[in-house]
């Protein structure tokens, strides 16, 4: 694998349900170190997408390379395998156990000696591993035993999010990761995205929220109705050029400019921006 | 259990260790906290004991506890398995058919049969196990509400329970393998062994644990709490047994109700089976995202409870030497259901112990008991125990809301 190629590439991914195009030839790519905003209105197809990636819908047609080599992704199973982790919106978490117990959920860790017939949970050594991740993360939590139900919105998203690197992925998907949280939780939040990139891990961050985007985001890729409309390099792009290929309205030229002086980056989403 | 802070560093990426300053007043919270709806139960106990004792000086005689220990039994080992389903957030409202089916079971074949004591009691086990698996499959594969599929087994269970006994309706229990089970007393020496016995095994339990997380750098080192839970355990145990000696010695029966007790507690709070019955408890969803196998753990559960249920209607054949067409009946099932709410499991799900198996038959019995003592009809007993229940379910509600208040806060 080229130290430049991507981590994770698609091309030409297309997923129909019926006669809706829910994504219609989609080139899409993260790499190492990199975090990718996926934006794009209401049906434009970025939980498709994702569902993709995840193995929850498989693509009709498109191909799918992971560190270079072509993979099928057809159930949940095989993107965790390979390394590709995510966190769904509703996080998934089971508000009566602790913090502890919410990271190690259907991993556990069994204790040795006589433990092992009734498959005894070694609480020693997951609080111990809980610890070290959560503080390698900088993640702020009153403490490894607390309910998560007593958590604030931006500390359960957080421990969503390290019990998804506990499988230890290259690839971390996030949906919606700041919705409904307030300004410092955001910050928590966002932090935390920061430091998922320092670890060299890909991120996809699916978000609404383009100051949030702009504020963590290497890349910014917009799909619009099932297709790719824009793939802009963060710092070189406004945010009226990103909501112009959101909605498809207004001066949509200076998307396609923009588009066309990254071609040399990305090469495979100025195609699809052309076309749009 | 003890808890662990974790280094808080908020937007730097260094996370200096510290390690809180822990001041007198956490110290008591700490060991407070974790069993708080057990504390205000074992209040509300010394009240209830309180308020009969004035009124009828034999209450709280050794006579009188032993007795009352006898009674729960049944009730409280069929709690136990009730507890699992609670922690799902399910109901299962056929245990009390399935104690009397269980302990038909065991007599037919002892008695019509002529079965092996042992065999006729696991064949009853095994009864319970097999109805509670079925209905838990039931339940889990199509999706219809414990509440209906176990009230339909309700019905068909009483009805199998008049079938399995015949036309004579009643019979008696006389192999004495069985009725043991209820009525052999130990001796005073075998008494203060068996406390003995409890209490080094619950230190070294409580001793192995703490050196474990202390050097795994894991909480305060500070032994105080440790020694705390143990000098209340080894004073409850020894208290109990000196009550018992005064008068017929320690029932076989209490044994065993506690053996079971400790075994599940120790299954639903230490294995990963139980940490997956809290989980899905909590979030089913969760826990299908998690890998966890649900309608396995749930059919699981309803085989335990089941069991339990057939396990209770052994012992109340043993106790009162007969099963008849009444066994399981009236309103077993639903003090059996109360006990563990009363005692802090909560109806929705996701939070409880054992314990409140055992702490809430204690409460229910306590109840029933003094009302006997008292000679207050039965009408009387009902409406004061349903009373209970209901303030047991409101102070915990209030607790919860508070709580959940100040976690947010």
């Known amino acids: 694998m080229s130290p430049d190629q991507p981590l994770l590439q698609l091309e030409g991914i297309s997923k129909h349900f019926g006669p809706v195009h829910a994504l219609d030839r989609v080139d899409f790519a993260v790499s190492a170190g990199e975090v990718v905003g996926l934006v794009g209105d209401n049906g434009a197809g970025k939980s ?18 992971y ?10 199973q095989d993107a965790t395998n390979l390394g590709i982790a995510t966190v769904y919106q509703d996080l998934a978490l089971c508000d009566n156990l602790d913090v502890v117990a919410n990271l190690f959920l259907g991993s556990e860790e069994r204790l040795g000696g006589p433990g092992v017939l009734t498959r005894q949970l070694d609480e020693v050594d997951m609080e111990n591993r809980a610890g070290d991740l959560l503080s390698n993360l900088a993640v702020t939590i009153p403490s490894l035993r607390s309910e998560v139900g007593t958590l604030s919105g931006g500390q359960r998203q957080q421990v969503a999010v390290a019990r998804s690197l506990l499988g230890e992925p290259k690839v971390v998907m996030l949906d919606e990761p700041t919705a409904a949280l307030g300004v410092p939780q955001t910050k928590q939040v966002l932090g935390l995205i920061k430091r998922l990139r320092e670890r060299g891990l890909g991120v996809v961050v699916i978000s609404h929220n383009l100051v949030d985007v702009f504020e963590v985001c290497d890349r910014i890729f917009v799909l619009r109705l099932g297709r790719a409309s824009g793939d802009f390099a963060a710092t070189e792009v406004t945010e009226e050029h990103v909501v112009a290929a959101i909605t498809g309205l207004g001066n949509n030229a200076g998307a396609r400019a923009e588009v ?17 | 259990m003890s808890t662990t802070p974790v280094p808080t560093a908020p937007q730097s990426g260094d996370d200096t260790e510290e390690k809180p300053k822990l001041d007198v007043r956490q110290q008591i919270r700490r060991i407070v906290q974790g069993d708080l709806s057990s504390v205000r139960v074992i209040l509300g106990l010394v009240v209830i004991a309180l308020i009969f004792q004035v009124q009828e000086s034999r209450f709280l005689s050794a006579q009188n506890l032993t007795n009352l220990m006898l009674q729960i039994t049944t009730i409280g080992l069929i709690s136990v398995g009730i507890v699992y389903v609670l922690l799902l957030g399910e109901i299962d409202l056929s245990v009390g058919a399935v104690s009397g089916l269980g302990g038909a079971v065991m007599v037919v074949l002892n ?15 095994a009864t319970g196990a097999a109805i509670g698996c079925a209905q838990g ?11 209906v599929v176990t009230l339909a087994g309700l019905l068909t269970w009483q009805g199998a329970l008049l079938q399995v006994l015949g036309q004579t ?27 003995v016995v409890c209490i080094v095994a619950y230190g070294l339990v409580l001793g192995i644990g703490y050196r474990r997380r202390v050097a795994a750098g894991l909480g305060d080192s500070n032994p105080l709490p440790q020694i705390f839970r143990f000098v209340v355990i080894a004073a409850i145990v020894i208290g109990a047994v000196a009550i018992f000696n005064a008068s017929r010695g320690v ?68 106790r009162l030497f007969a099963v008849n067409q009444n066994s399981g009946g009236n309103e077993l099932l639903l003090l059996a259901i ?29 109840i029933s008991n003094g009302m006997d003592l008292l000679g207050l009809a039965s009408p009387i007993k009902y409406m004061v125990t349903g009373g209970v229940l209901l303030l047991a379910v409101l102070v915990d509600a209030v607790a919860k809301q508070q709580r959940q208040t100040r976690g947010r806060a």
């Open chain 1, 48 to 65: 498709t997408l994702v569902k993709v990636i995840a193995g929850i819908n498989s693509a009709d047609s498109g191909t799918i390379r």
């Open chain 1, 67 to 76: 560190e270079g080599e072509e993979v099928s992704i057809h159930k949940p």
């Open chain 1, 260 to 276: 066309a002086e990254e071609k040399a980056e990305a090469a495979d989403g100025g195609a699809e921006g052309e076309k749009a």
């Open chain 2, 111 to 125: 008695v019509k049969h002529g079965w092996n004591p042992y065999l006729a009691i696991a064949a009853a086990v």
């Open chain 2, 137 to 147: 499959f039931l339940f889990s594969r199509f999706v219809v509400p414990s509440f």
């Open chain 2, 169 to 195: 309706g009643s019979l008696n229990v006389t192999d004495p393998k069985i009725t043991g089970l209820a009525n052999i007393f130990y001796s005073n020496t075998t008494g203060w062994i068996i406390a």
């Open chain 2, 251 to 318: 029932p076989l029966a209490v044994l065993i109700l506690l053996g079971f007790v400790i075994g599940m507690e120790y299954v639903v709070q230490t294995t990963t089976f139980g940490r997956h019955v809290f989980a899905v408890g909590g979030s089913d969803e969760a826990a299908r995202r998690a890998g966890i196998r649900v309608n396995g753990v749930r059919v699981a559960v309803f085989t335990i409870s089941g069991s339990m249920a057939a396990v209770g209607g052994v012992m109340a054949a043993s």
């Open chain 2, 338 to 366: 109360a006990g563990p709410v009363i005692a802090g499991t909560s109806l929705f799900g996701g939070r409880g112990s054992v314990w409140t198996a055992l702490l809430g038959a204690l409460v229910i019995g306590s």
